[in-house]
């Protein structure tokens, strides 16, 4: 199959106009709903090419268009610098001196992993971090947040399981406050969207742990459905930034630029591997060369 940068290197030669644009273009179409891209990008960049092509242009190639389209793929997503993050949390540890992070996700979205990966990173900036395992249901959940903490050298607080995860994540904090820590990041059960009870249990950990950052885990092989999976999240739980998990499979571009453009969050890390190291920092320029270049 055909990558997004494949598909519009395909472009060049081509010459629309606006009375044969949705025709040729519907092929393109297909394809980038295959890698991943969502209704939301296509329209936005249907009708811009459509009001380029009726009021400025009587024709434009198909080089053009990938220039259009990543004009508008640029405008429409946030990419967060770590060092802006960075000062988010120093300012907040000024007034509450402990920084608290919710982490959430789909089932096998590769959130435990990221959890334990931002604690590295956070703890080699040299805060004193505990993990929370609030994932207190889910067969070996523990035993896998146990075993990444002494990996990366970063405690975890747990409670055993079936225990209320609020429970967990409250009890959390309070050991946290008592023990002069500077960040807690809460890892919770896995969801499906499709699961109420389960969303409303987790919006409870949300409103018992009031989390200064609430942080969306997605993965980027998901395709097009992480659209559905984030607004189902974001209705239970407001989500600061996105993390995308998976980056470094990913031979696609279509979920993280989905993801980006429909929720309008910052885009924080992603995920590039399964060592403790592997969480990145990317910039705007970086993100939009991937997806255009190397894919």
């Keep these: 199959m055909l990558n997004i940068s494949k598909i519009f290197k395909t472009l060049f030669g081509e010459k629309f106009t606006y009375d044969n644009f949705d025709e040729k273009f519907e092929y393109y179409e297909d394809i980038l709903i295959e890698n ?41 997503i946030i990419v967060e610098l770590e060092e802006d993050f960075i000062k988010k949390l120093e300012e907040i540890r000024k007034k ?10 789909f089932n096998g979205s590769g959130k435990t992993t990221t ?23 889910r067969a070996a959940s523990i035993e896998q947040i146990v075993k990444w903490g002494k990996e990366v050298g970063v405690d975890v607080f747990n409670m055993g399981y079936n225990i209320d995860p609020a429970a967990v994540a409250y009890k959390g904090i309070e ?29 409870k950990v949300y409103r018992v742990s009031n989390p200064h950052f609430t942080i969306f885990v997605g993965d980027c092989l998901s395709g097009n459905d992480i659209v559905e999976q984030y607004d189902n999240f974001a209705k239970y739980l407001p989500i600061d930034y996105i993390i995308m998990a998976k980056f470094d499979l990913d031979k696609k571009g279509g979920s993280i630029i989905s993801i980006l453009f429909h929720s309008k969050k910052p885009l924080i890390y992603v995920g590039v591997g399964e060592s403790k190291e592997d969480l990145y920092n990317m910039s705007k320029e970086e993100l939009l060369k991937f997806i255009f270049e190397n894919v």
Excluded: P, Q
């Design 96 to 105: 509450d001196k402990l920084v608290k992070i919710l982490i959430c996700g």
């Design 36 to 76: 991943g891209l969502c209704m939301d990008v296509l329209e936005k960049i249907k009708k811009e090419i459509r009001n380029i092509l009726k009021f400025e242009k009587k024709w434009i190639s198909g080089e053009e268009i990938k220039r259009i389209v990543k004009n508008i793929i640029a405008g429409n």
């Design 115 to 137: 959890v334990a990966k931002l604690g590295y990173l956070l703890k080699k900036k040299g805060y004193k971090v505990l993990l929370i395992a609030a994932d207190t249901f």
């Design 175 to 203: 050991y946290a406050k008592e023990n002069n820590y500077d960040v807690v990041i809460i890892d919770t059960g896995g969801r499906s969207h499709m699961k109420e009870d389960l969303m409303r249990e987790l919006n």
